[in-house]
């Protein structure tokens, strides 16, 4: 699990399973918690993170929440900072 410091300062990769939306829900449920169990095996935790990699295993709505929550305070960092892309 990453710290609070490291969740906000750095680089989140996701990987969101919504792009198998055609799979029926109990299938892609199935597959969403057999994942998540797979990569908190803690011989797979252990080489991920050797690869710089904190994990989060949850739901499509989790991670949504989770995105939303970050959107909004980089939005603010960004904002405050008058920080413009050219």
Known sequence: MLSSKQRRYGVIYAVDLDSLAA??????????????????????????????????AGTSQELAAYIKAESAEWRRVVREAKINVD
Not at 30 to 50: G, N
């Open 23 to 56: 799979l029926p829900i109990a299938d892609f449920d199935l597959l969403s918690r057999q994942i998540a169990k797979m990569v908190l095996l803690p011989d797979v935790k252990e080489r991920l993170a050797t690869l710089g990699f904190g994990l989060l």
